[in-house]
């Protein structure tokens, strides 16, 4: 049972199993969806026989533990007994790793990842007894109805701006809900269900919040019922469910338009620059602010030499705050989480503790440990960052934060589309890197036609064409084994990529 954390569109089991073969997306008004009274109301899901397929997906893991606490009774499946399935048989769930379990009898409703394909066993046997199938996304969208629905989009920085606003709201005691397709261990994992009811602040006697990471992958956020929205930036990327970068900035637009109108609290905060909020926004009834490094944004960041991070509004500062967390771009993340977090009621003082002592997020820019090479230590880091841009922004920053003797980036690229449609870009992306060691690349749902077309030694020509030093290891385990024979003390590793890379940095030191 393929795991992942996006979703895919469905309106039953029959339709989805054909829009998934073809991936045409549809708008779907959860409002109106049958299953709308079991979310909307507070204890509408009490009793409910819900089986998760992908359940060990950060996303759909996620959802299992906010379908619990609304009183569900969930299990599931997975294809693997990975460290999520664990944690959710440790707590009690029933999930299987048996491609072969049979949904139970009394299931009446089937959650699928978007990972699943339509001839899925469970999905097959769903549609032959009429069990109502939804995507996760379609899920996310429901249990929003019960809600203030707060969502975070964008190409990049979604999890860690997910993950930092609800940092901030606890912190200012608003007791927020919130799903990420990340682990934040501050916040207990990658999901908590929050109050029912707003307790203070301008949402007072509201639905309690929901911040949601909101994926545009399939144009799964088009499923989502949002209240209030960041969105971060818009670039190139999923290329292969959209065919360009026009139709990505429409799937946005489509996406800005589902938000209310302002006199219901419609709310929507974009990047001045890089997101292409003219034409994301236009005919948008929401209230419309941005932010950024721009002047001309509402609300202007800056970041003085000695990483000071603010926040002007109207030419006054709104917020100060010392990031431990590397990066221009993790200052912008700040900016966004903390700017919502006003805006939905909490008090300044809190939201700055809050970005001070917020200590980032599993995957991204986590240091996992350090190996002793004679009189000096090796530091090792791991990041999820796969598309040109995360890989630029992450290595820049590394490197301005470690001061490293070399900087040496274990790269695994992730789909073949992806690289293939993005080459000339990763071809560039890796300047700050002293030394970049490529793995295959890990396929992921593209067709096996695509593994013909692009290779990791395509990646590795685009390098050297920039001056840049690589060489292509294959596997996770040569990776790792090559990175032994070539580091040295004061050295910088750092692996990235959305696959399983981070077993490269587990191996170098041993654990």
Not at 79 to 89: F, H, W, Y
Not at 184 to 203: E, I, M, N, Q
Not at 234 to 254: A, G
Not at 418 to 431: I, P
């Given at each position: 049972?393929?795991?992942?954390?996006?979703?895919?569109?469905?309106?039953?089991?029959?339709?989805?199993?054909?829009?998934?073969?073809?991936?045409?997306?549809?708008?779907?008004?959860?409002?109106?969806?049958?299953?709308?009274?079991?979310?909307?109301?507070?204890?509408?899901?009490?009793?409910?026989?819900?089986?998760?397929?992908?359940?060990?997906?950060?996303?759909?893991?996620?959802?299992?533990?906010?379908?619990?606490?609304?009183?569900?009774?969930?299990?599931?499946?997975?294809?693997?007994?990975?460290?999520?399935?664990?944690?959710?048989?440790?707590?009690?769930?029933?999930?299987?790793?048996?491609?072969?379990?049979?949904?139970?009898?009394?299931?009446?409703?089937?959650?699928?990842?978007?990972?699943?394909?339509?001839?899925?066993?469970?999905?097959?046997?769903?549609?032959?007894?009429?069990?109502?199938?939804?995507?996760?996304?379609?899920?996310?969208?429901?249990?929003?109805?019960?809600?203030?629905?707060?969502?975070?989009?964008?190409?990049?920085?979604?999890?860690?701006?997910?993950?930092?606003?609800?940092?901030?709201?606890?912190?200012?005691?608003?007791?927020?809900?919130?799903?990420?397709?990340?682990?934040?261990?501050?916040?207990?994992?990658?999901?908590?269900?929050?109050?029912?009811?707003?307790?203070?602040?301008?949402?007072?006697?509201?639905?309690?919040?929901?911040?949601?990471?909101?994926?545009?992958?399939?144009?799964?956020?088009?499923?989502?019922?949002?209240?209030?929205?960041?969105?971060?930036?818009?670039?190139?990327?999923?290329?292969?469910?959209?065919?360009?970068?026009?139709?990505?900035?429409?799937?946005?637009?489509?996406?800005?338009?589902?938000?209310?109108?302002?006199?219901?609290?419609?709310?929507?905060?974009?990047?001045?620059?890089?997101?292409?909020?003219?034409r994301v926004t236009r005919g948008a009834r929401a209230e419309i602010e941005t932010f950024g490094w721009h002047p001309g944004a509402n609300y202007v960041v800056e970041m003085a030499v000695n990483g000071l991070a603010r926040v002007h509004y109207n030419h006054k500062e709104i917020l100060r705050w010392q990031p431990r967390v590397f990066g221009a771009h993790n200052v912008l993340n700040g900016a966004g989480a903390g700017i919502m977090a006003l805006k939905l009621g909490a008090d300044r003082a809190s939201v700055q503790e809050a970005l001070t002592s917020f200590a980032g997020v599993d995957r991204r820019l986590e240091f996992v440990g350090q190996r002793e090479m004679g009189?000096?230590?090796?530091?090792?880091?791991?990041?999820?960052?796969?598309?040109?841009?995360?890989?630029?922004?992450?290595?820049?920053?590394?490197?301005?934060?470690?001061?490293?003797?070399?900087?040496?980036?274990?790269?695994?690229?992730?789909?073949?589309?992806?690289?293939?449609?993005?080459?000339?870009?990763?071809?560039?992306?890796?300047?700050?890197?002293?030394?970049?060691?490529?793995?295959?690349?890990?396929?992921?749902?593209?067709?096996?036609?695509?593994?013909?077309?692009?290779?990791?030694?395509?990646?590795?020509?685009?390098?050297?064409?920039?001056?840049?030093?690589?060489?292509?290891?294959?596997?996770?385990?040569?990776?790792?084994?090559?990175?032994?024979?070539?580091?040295?003390?004061?050295?910088?590793?750092?692996?990235?990529?959305?696959?399983?890379?981070?077993?490269?940095?587990?191996?170098?030191?041993?654990?």
């Open positions: 049972m393929p795991r992942s954390a996006d979703g895919e569109n469905m309106a039953h089991s029959t339709q989805w199993m054909d829009e998934i073969s073809t991936k045409v997306p549809t708008m779907v008004d959860v409002k109106n969806d049958s299953l709308s009274e079991w979310f909307a109301n507070e204890r509408g899901l009490q009793g409910r026989q819900i089986w998760l397929i992908g359940a060990g997906g950060t996303g759909v893991s996620g959802l299992a533990r906010l379908l619990q606490k609304r009183g569900a009774l969930v299990s599931g499946g997975d294809s693997e007994s990975s460290p999520a399935v664990k944690a959710l048989q440790a707590e009690g769930f029933a999930i299987s790793v048996d491609p072969a379990t049979q949904i139970p009898a009394e299931c009446e409703l089937v959650i699928a990842t978007a990972a699943a394909t339509k001839d899925h066993p469970q999905l097959v046997a769903a549609a032959k007894k009429n069990i109502p199938v939804r995507s996760y996304a379609q899920a996310l969208g429901l249990l929003q109805l019960a809600r203030t629905a707060v969502c975070v989009a964008g190409t990049h920085g979604k999890s860690t701006t997910t993950c930092m606003l609800t940092w901030c709201l606890l912190r200012a005691g608003l007791d927020a809900g919130f799903i990420a397709g990340a682990t934040c261990s501050a916040l207990g994992g990658s999901a908590r269900a929050g109050a029912a009811t707003v307790s203070k602040g301008a949402f007072v006697n509201a639905p309690g919040f929901l911040v949601s990471e909101s994926c545009e992958f399939d144009r799964s956020f088009h499923q989502l019922h949002p209240t209030t929205a960041i969105i971060n930036n818009v670039e190139s990327d999923h290329l292969d469910c959209y065919k360009s970068l026009d139709e990505i900035i429409e799937s946005f637009h489509v996406f800005a338009l589902r938000l209310p109108a302002a006199v219901d609290r419609g709310y929507l905060l974009i990047a001045h620059d890089g997101a292409h909020k003219e009189a000096q230590s090796v530091r090792v880091y791991d990041d999820y960052g796969h598309h040109p841009t995360e890989v630029r922004v992450t290595l820049e920053a590394l490197k301005n934060a470690t001061h490293p003797r070399r900087l040496i980036c274990v790269f695994q690229p992730h789909q073949h589309s992806r690289t293939r449609l993005l080459l000339e870009d990763f071809g560039a992306c890796f300047g700050a890197a002293d030394h970049v060691l490529l793995t295959d690349i890990h396929f992921v749902r593209d067709p096996q036609s695509e593994r013909a077309l692009v290779s990791s030694q395509d990646v590795a020509d685009r390098i050297r064409k920039h001056g840049g030093t690589v060489e292509c290891v294959g596997s996770i385990e040569a990776s790792a084994a090559r990175l032994s024979e070539i580091v040295q003390g004061g050295d910088v590793v750092v692996t990235m990529g959305a696959g399983p890379i981070y077993r490269a940095a587990n191996i170098f030191l041993g654990k």
